[in-house]
């Protein structure tokens, strides 16, 4: 299996908030509702919605206009991609979203469900210590992986569908039915997709 660790340069800035205050922050992003561009005005809209397998938290936001990212979308979804173990959040990278962005318009389909986002090292060596595939360095811990399934949508198709685009990691997990995207150099790892 290739490598799919992080590069050795530079590090993430993280943010640890206590779990009461973190309930309570997150609870008050989540019914932000973002205004929608009209295409009839020239401005696209790049739309993603996800729900969180193991916190069950929903999210439908425009991330990204013609004038750039906006600010409050991608902040609400580093807190849906915090590590849900430990609390912390870390500023995920905006390509992931383009990435799943570009996955969602050639594959349609409607909610991607997030196995994993952000990890803290300390999460991701308790992974690491009970189950194969995670790596000592992963991209998971710099905020520029994530591991998805896009509902309705068969993984492995989604998988070929990745491996086309030609842009960062792509991973396929079949026994767990997911796939791993990432940002960093274009490599592919797992099952022989059709």
Not at 16 to 35: E, I, Q, S
Not at 163 to 191: E, K, Q, S
Request: glycine share 8%.
């Amino acid at each position: 299996m290739p490598d799919h660790s992080k590069p050795s340069h530079g590090t993430a800035h993280r943010k640890t908030v206590p779990h009461r205050r973190l309930l309570l922050k997150g609870l008050a992003a989540l019914p932000l509702a973002l205004p929608f561009r009209s295409a009839s005005a020239g401005t696209a809209k790049y739309q993603l919605k996800f729900r969180h397998t193991h916190t069950d938290e929903l999210l439908d936001v425009v991330f990204r206009d013609n004038r750039g990212y906006i600010a409050p979308a991608i902040q609400r979804m580093n807190w849906l991609l915090r590590d849900h173990r430990s609390g912390e959040m870390i500023h995920m990278d905006p390509q992931l979203f383009d990435i799943l962005h570009a996955l969602r318009a050639r594959c349609g389909g409607e909610t991607f469900e997030i196995i994993s986002g952000y990890r803290s090292p300390l999460t991701n060596a308790s992974l690491r210590s009970h189950r194969r595939g995670v790596a000592k360095n992963s991209l998971h811990m710099d905020g520029r992986a994530i591991d998805v399934r896009l509902v309705g949508f068969d993984t492995a198709r989604l998988s070929q569908a990745a491996v086309d685009l030609g842009i960062g990691g792509v991973g396929y997990y079949p026994r767990a039915d997911f796939l791993h995207v990432d940002t960093g150099d274009f490599r592919t790892w797992g099952a022989a997709r059709s």
